[in-house]
């Protein structure tokens, strides 16, 4: 198998790297791609170094499958023309909403790959896959009707200079020193910011929006959502606060049941003091941790989920290498 990633010197670029070593795939030809500034930096994978090639000028028919790691614009403008000569697996904003283009969680939709049109699949919002994996065995259950969700993300799904900037931001707070937000609308250190990505007209913001179009197109477009995002001063992991009601009557013992069961999810529900996850217990992990599971009193068939798991792995590197596991293991079907 030979493989590119673009965007391969950023923060998902290099998590990409970590979850194919994990995995072991075999992998014939690696290609680290970046911008001109990063061409001859080398990057380690399995003990030998790699160097970076200029995005521009690579030739896309040497690999058989393109990892894009690199945010909207760079897939506006090189996702087509790489998908002319291998699949392309998309981890931006730009090809989800495409009709011709599968939105992927491979343990949710995977059947969807079968009509892949444009040789391009594209991987969900990092809110959304978390959320997404966790409501499917239990909508295969019980029929869901509605959900509203605050979510509470790190810094990291913003990219690597607000990572940077959260650890420069505490540091000043702590010396009681004044501080200038550069990535943020305001302070993030020691603070919660209710706004992520731009607002529309209605008040909504894109990534609020993002987790309600996804949502419905991965797993049922019947559902009704409705979100609220928060981002708070942590490094890595998203958390949900999650309310659901169902079509159809449950039990918590089988709703606890359906979830641990369900691939890629864990459940950690003890009702004691520290008898959940939290983000700092889920980063580095591959599994999406359900919490909290409690029945909802003021409502009929209501059910409350608290949601963690690593935005950088399930959001992004994890479910981007499983999309490509699957297409391996079904021999590209759909090609």
Known sequence: MDIAIVGATGNVGRKTLEVLEK?????????????????GKKINFKGLDYEIHDLESFDFSKVKICFFAAGGKISEKFAEKAAKNCLVIDNSSHFRMDPEVPLIVP????EDLKTIKKNIIANPNCSTAQLVIAL???????????????????????????????IEQT???????????????KQIAFNAIPHIDVFSDDGY????????????KILD?????????????????????????F??????EKVREALDNFEGCKVIDERLDGGYSTPLEAEGRDETFISRIREDKTIKNGLNLWIVSDNL?????LNAVEIAETLIKNNFYGR
Request: aromatic letters at 4%; glycine letters at 4%.
């Open 205 to 216: 913001t894109k990534e609020e929006i993002k987790m309600t179009n996804e949502t419905k």
């Open 23 to 39: 995995k072991d795939l075999s992998i014939d030809n690696l290609y680290l791609l970046a911008s001109s500034k990063s061409v």
């Open 221 to 245: 477009n019947k559902i009704d959502l409705t979100a609220t995002c928060v981002r708070l001063p942590i490094s890595v992991s998203h958390s949900e606060s999650v309310n659901i009601q």
């Open 136 to 166: 499917k065995p239990l909508h295969d259950l019980y029929t869901i009707k509605r959900i509203i969700v605050s979510t509470y993300q790190s810094v990291s799904g913003g990219g690597k200079a607000p990572m940077d900037e959260l």
């Open 107 to 110: 343990q949710v939709n995977s």
């Open 171 to 185: 540091k000043l707070a702590l010396d009681g020193k004044k501080i200038n937000s550069k990535n943020f609308t």
């Open 313 to 317: 792995l399930r959001g992004a590197a």
């Open 247 to 252: 079509e159809k009557s449950f039990s918590l």
